[in-house]
């Protein structure tokens, strides 16, 4: 499992390849419908999209979807997807985390997969996502449950081991969201160093602005 910027890069062109990913892609993106209830006249940001994996099935049902993230490689493997399907309300944005991203104010719905484990401030990031959402503007973030550090084997980047969900809601509010939710949106299933395997469950926090 990459860990750095530059392994992420690396690891583009393949990411897909990973039955894994995509299950857990579509998983999250199913949860993300079925609890927020996607319209046609929303804006929606993908906060770590990586290859665009949630991006895409979360596009069929909105307005517009700006994909972001800090790996130019992933952004690469979206553009192209982008390309190839003839998208025109899909767009990948290459963003810096130790910067605000210049969007204030514009998104009706943000969601981050699998990327609040690499953040290591979460707090200041959720704040972050608070001021890019339009008023009553909903968030939806997905996660690993706090774990024992054996779900990545390459802990390079990995700013946390999961999170304890009632830390996440405790940040949540701090920040200035409402009406907070959670589901568990996905089960990681991994071979472990044993032969027994290992689940690692994936929950989806929802909140409101």
């Known amino acids: 499992m990459p860990?750095?910027?530059?392994?992420?890069?690396?690891?583009?062109?393949?990411?897909?390849?990973?039955?894994?990913?995509?299950?857990?892609?579509?998983?999250?993106?199913?949860?993300?419908?079925?609890?927020?209830?996607?319209?046609?006249?929303?804006?929606?940001?993908?906060?770590g999209c990586g290859t665009g994996l949630v991006t895409l099935q979360l596009q069929p049902y909105v307005g517009s979807v700006t994909g972001a993230d800090t790996s130019r490689g992933m952004l690469e493997v979206l553009r192209r997807k982008i390309r190839e399907s003839g998208l025109a309300n899909v767009s990948a944005v290459l963003i810096d985390t130790d910067k605000e991203i210049p969007v204030e104010g514009k998104f009706n719905l943000v969601v981050s997969s699998m990327t609040m484990h690499h953040i290591q401030d979460v707090e200041t990031l959720f704040r972050k996502f608070h001021n890019l959402l339009l008023p009553g503007g909903r968030l939806c973030v997905a996660d690993l449950d706090a774990e024992d550090g054996s779900f990545h084997s390459n802990t390079t980047g990995v700013a946390h081991f999961g999170f304890d969900r009632r830390e996440v809601r405790s940040m949540l509010g701090n920040a200035g969201f409402e009406d907070i939710r959670e589901v568990t949106a996905s089960v990681i299933v991994k071979d472990s160093d044993s032969e027994a395997q290992r689940a690692y469950p994936v929950f989806l926090m929802t909140a409101r602005k």
């Open 3 to 47: 860990g750095s910027k530059n392994d992420f890069d690396k690891a583009a062109t393949t990411w897909d390849d990973e039955p894994r990913r995509v299950k857990l892609a579509g998983d999250v993106a199913r949860t993300v419908i079925r609890e927020v209830g996607l319209s046609p006249d929303m804006n929606v940001l993908d906060y």
